[in-house]
């Protein structure tokens, strides 16, 4: 083990600290005075006091001390912050390392740029109190809790150049997605992968109360965490003097075992099992060398330290007294010259260059990001014979072409996934690679290996953690999932999204790849799972968010499904959501047909309908998804087959939110476009994968949505065959059928036996499923019959 830092520079380290705690005190409390050159006045003071304290301190003293390492290792590391409400921190420490003012350069690194840097902090106007976008550094944000380690695995896969020191609060350890990442070091490969150094921080407290881990006995924290693989390195107590000497000690420990083990594992000495790769366990007080009581109260060392321990320094002249005595313990004019600039023997100590963890390229990935190399979808294209003619499984042709795409890109892209890509018919991928293992594997398993690719662990937190924290340094990914589970990550979703719209306000972050989810075993095809997996409710989620960050696919078959999947790898910047079916199902569109219907985003089928071109018709039947198409052409085909003069136009959509206009969303369609598909004045039966209200909400200020009368889920599910759900939730042909018979006007008065036999069929269908255990033979059966209608594709 390297022998402790030198006490001269020690010294300097705890000055160092001190700085980024002064800083981050005055950014909570100061508008004005920002070294205290004249006694605090109340107009100095923000009328709004906001920000979090008391986990600061230990934050500022873990990031002056990985500077250290940063220095004499030259490595390349990145802070992942998960108590990200600690925003005062890794602002002041961007500032003082110089990457704050070179990224905003009114931020100057003098006493005007800091009376600017205070006033701006939880400010009108200004920067958020979180480890936001806008912090330099940052790729975890901390606003909400728990995805911290999960963004760290991420971040250090395939990144064999990368440490990422990742602090983990005491409150945020008691979170379900927090507590499943510690597993992360059993897909982390030394050979190819970077390292997590997780840093777990206890001071004790949460906002109003203790945390679990902060009264867990130091031998129980011992075995819980070496339980999970870890060897525990232990940082406590308050002193700072023996604080610096215990944490430079634990550091260079951990950073020696980090080399040796990669070391080890690069010379091909590993072949199996995981080594036990260091953590730290860091006890300090919440609050850590602030007030220690206010107004008779202890505020350091508990929950009262969390916020703003002293919260009426305008008004109230003690608790301002307090506040200028805590910062001018800080001794300001021993940090800052007279020009309020860091002194130089102080600004030695950050590192240099993009080595600094505001400034490194990996905390940024648009810098480092390559394009994806992909193969033409038309290699992985379905021979469509005629529409409807041929079945197949559209996520399996899907898999192909991702299958390619691992072949072109060895460390550029991963599949993450609930132990879920067979199921979800995506194996052909192991064609090209396997799940990463690097537990101890048996003679029977199969498509296990370190050097795996596809990232499966049953935990959807992990995977959008991982694939974010991928995304976020520079690479390329894909998440699939069973459809009704994706709810898990609503929250995730929510921040990434988030992250996303102020990312893209940001000049100074660079475009980084789209988050992209395939949902396959969706609602319609979850008849044997039952109720608990039926649930198509993620894409309203979606669909809340702003416009130009999210997009909605529905692809009706495979090729469009090939169509769409290459797009959304090719795009950045967004969050692409698929939903595809993976049983077999009519391929409607061949390749070039695909092409042109996706890259339109919706469109009439003319070959399907009953309407000569350039007429209008007396019904539009529309659909978006695999099973609302497959049962509105079966509905189609009924009605063709009952009123053979009826006019009919069918029209799918492809890309859900081109149903809005062009001022609520980039892909929305003009009125002209709209109109001259659905009409302004017909009939609109809409057969809908979702829930029916996410059509009106899309269509509202459409000429026609006063006729579109939408079919989807209801809220009908059980375990039934694949028919019976439709049927359940009226989504089926013979109530799509039904609907157009009602709503074309005089239609159900001049043929009212029509009704009656759909309805007959209905009854039929119920007896029979209950009976035989199986959908009836006339819809088992059943083909589009019309393969040589005028403008079939070839």
Not at 53 to 74: E, K
Not at 468 to 482: D, K
Not at 766 to 794: F, I, T
Request: charged share 25%; with cysteine.
């Amino acid at each position: 083990m390297s022998q402790p830092t030198a006490a001269d520079e020690l010294t300097l380290l705890d000055r160092y600290w001190r700085a980024a705690n002064y800083l981050s005190v005055g950014q909570i409390y100061l508008m004005e005075n920002p070294l205290l050159r004249e006694p605090l006045k109340p107009e100095h003071i923000k009328p709004r006091l906001l920000g979090h304290w008391g986990t600061t301190p230990g934050l500022n003293f873990i990031y002056a001390h990985l500077n250290r390492i940063i220095r004499q290792r030259d490595l390349n590391l990145i802070y992942i912050c998960g108590p990200g409400h600690g925003g005062p921190g890794m602002v002041a420490n961007t500032w003082l390392e110089g990457s704050y003012s070179e990224i905003y350069p009114h931020i100057s690194p003098d006493a005007e740029g800091m009376q600017r840097l205070f006033k701006q902090f939880s400010f009108p106007g200004g920067i958020p109190s979180h480890a936001a976008p806008e912090t330099p550094g940052s790729i975890n944000e901390g606003g909400e809790l728990g995805y911290s380690l999960a963004h760290a695995f991420g971040a250090a896969f395939d990144n064999p150049d990368l440490v990422v020191p990742c602090v983990i609060g005491d409150g945020e350890a008691e979170t379900g997605p927090l507590a499943s990442s510690w597993h992360g070091i059993k897909f982390l490969n030394p050979e190819r992968d970077g390292a997590v150094l997780p840093i777990l921080h206890l001071n004790g407290y949460k906002i109003a109360n203790p945390t679990i881990l902060g009264r867990a006995s130091d031998d129980d924290l011992h075995q819980l965490f070496s339980g999970y693989g870890y060897e525990p390195l232990f940082v406590a107590g308050h002193e700072p003097e023996k604080m610096h000497v215990q944490m430079a000690e634990a550091l260079d420990n951990a950073f020696e075992k980090i080399a040796a083990y990669q070391a080890e594992a690069r010379a091909g000495k590993v072949t199996e099992g995981i080594p036990p790769w260091p953590m730290i366990i860091l006890r300090s007080p919440k609050g850590w060398t602030g007030p220690q009581t206010v107004d008779g109260k202890k505020v350091e060392d508990f929950w009262r330290a969390h916020q703003v321990p002293v919260s009426a320094c305008r008004e109230n002249d003690a608790h301002r007294k307090i506040l200028e005595e805590w910062m001018r313990s800080y001794q300001p004019d021993d940090l800052f010259d007279e020009h309020g600039r860091l002194k130089a023997e102080l600004q030695a100590l950050a590192p240099q260059g993009d080595k600094r963890m505001g400034a490194s390229p990996f905390a940024n990935g648009g810098l480092l990001r390559r394009e994806l190399n992909t193969p033409d979808i038309g290699e992985f294209a379905f021979d469509t014979q005629k529409p409807g003619s041929q079945q197949a499984q559209a996520t399996e042709q899907l898999g192909r072409y991702l299958s390619a795409i691992f072949q072109r890109n060895k460390d550029n892209f991963r599949l993450f996934g609930p132990d879920e890509t067979a199921s979800n018919r995506l194996t052909p991928v192991f064609d090209a690679t396997n799940k990463t293992w690097l537990e101890a594997v048996k003679p029977y398993d199969e498509q296990l290996a370190r050097d795996g690719r596809v990232m499966e662990i049953l935990s959807e937190h992990q995977c959008q953690g991982w694939l974010e924290g991928y995304l976020l340094t520079g690479r390329h990914g894909l998440f699939n999932c069973y459809e009704a589970f994706i709810h898990i990550v609503d929250s995730m979703f929510n921040q990434h999204a988030k992250w996303l719209k102020v990312l893209r306000k940001l000049g100074w972050r660079k475009p980084i790849s789209s988050l992209n989810y395939l949902l396959s075993s969706h609602v319609w095809r979850q008849d044997h799972n039952g109720y608990s997996h039926q649930d198509p409710g993620f894409i309203d989620h979606v669909a809340n968010k702003k416009a130009d960050i999210v997009r909605i696919y529905l692809p009706p078959d495979a090729n469009t499904l090939l169509w769409v999947g290459d797009h959304c790898l090719h795009t950045w910047d967004r969050i692409n959501v698929i939903v595809a079916g993976k049983q077999p199902s009519p391929q409607w569109l061949d390749r070039n047909s695909a092409i042109a219907h996706c890259e339109a985003g919706m469109g009439e089928w003319l070959w399907a309908g009953s309407t000569p071109e350039g007429e209008s018709p007396d019904v539009v039947m529309a659909c978006a998804g695999d099973v609302p198409t497959l049962e509105t052409m079966a509905a189609v085909d009924l009605l063709r087959g009952y009123l053979p003069d009826l006019r009919i136009r069918v029209v799918n959509v492809v890309d859900l939110l081109a149903l809005q206009t062009k001022e609520q969303h980039p892909h929305g369609k003009s009125e002209e476009e709209f109109d001259a598909l659905f009409t302004q004045d017909k009939p609109v039966i809409f057969a809908f994968h979702g829930y029916p209200s996410l059509i009106h909400r899309l269509t509202y200020q459409r000429n026609n949505h006063r006729n579109f009368h939408v079919r989807g889920f209801i809220e009908e599910g059980t375990t039934t065959t694949p028919f019976d759900m439709t049927v359940l939730n009226e989504l089926d042909r013979y109530h799509l059928a039904q609907e157009a018979i009602l709503r074309v006007p005089g239609l159900a008065d001049k043929h009212p036996e029509l009704l009656d036999d759909l309805q007959e069929r209905i009854a039929e269908h119920h007896r029979y499923v209950r009976e035989y255990g199986e959908d009836v033979p006339e819809v088992r059966n059943w083909l589009w019959p019309s393969q040589d209608a005028p403008g079939a594709p070839d």
